[in-house]
């Protein structure tokens, strides 16, 4: 009879390790999820805090393309104001923040758009500084977003494989949301567009 206890306590000491030891490498995942959150959103905000210096910059020099500037503007206030909380990431809080990222890139794109029509600004060391730094974080984003959807797909392997998802049903390690390329990166650009 001692025999039979000693034998299932053993096995129950067995099974709480076993447990803990995927609750532990869970948490582990989950903690690499929440610092490429942390990553994608300092690059994003790296690019924003160049924004003022770069409106400033053309400001000086493009003085007919107030609206152009003011929509700039505008989307880097609405994409510094959403953030994401990694701890509950979700797939439509993931998308909120994208969509406002995405105005940004678009209005930034139009910016750059109607630069070309001022040669001297397209010469001036500032702006080639600032542009060179703002490719260097668009960079730093599309590597950021790439090492958070590989570290959401670890995440989201380890979440749902047998016998690791009994644990991670037990404490609430659901599965989370990746980057996707928006629609507008989806469409090739229309290239005699750029020739009219």
């Keep these: 009879m001692k025999k039979g206890i ?6 129950l000491v067995l099974l709480v390790v076993w447990g803990l030891g995927i609750y532990n490498g869970l948490v582990s995942k989950q903690e690499s999820v929440e610092k490429a959150v942390g990553n994608v959103q300092t690059a994003y905000q790296k690019r924003a805090d160049l924004i003022p ?5 053309v400001k000086n020099y493009a003085e007919y393309e107030a609206g152009t500037l003011t929509a700039v503007v505008e989307a880097r206030a609405k994409a ?24 940004m890139s678009s209005a930034l794109s139009r910016l750059l758009v109607t630069v070309e029509q001022y040669p001297d600004l397209k010469a001036n060391q500032n702006y080639l500084d600032l542009q060179s730094q703002l490719e260097g974080c668009e960079n730093t984003i599309a590597n950021a977003r790439r090492e958070f959807n590989e570290t959401a797909r670890e995440y989201n392997t380890a979440v749902r494989r047998f016998p690791a998802s009994i644990i991670a049903g037990m404490f609430g390690f659901d599965k ?20 009219q």
């Design 6 to 11: 000693i034998v299932i306590i053993g096995l």
């Design 176 to 195: 989370k949301p990746y980057f996707e390329a928006s629609e507008a990166a989806q469409q090739a650009p229309d290239v005699k567009d750029l020739f």
């Design 53 to 57: 210096n770069l409106v400033a910059t």
């Design 80 to 103: 510094t104001s959403v953030t994401l909380d990694a701890s509950n990431l979700t797939e439509e809080s993931l998308k909120t923040f994208q969509a406002a990222q995405d105005q």
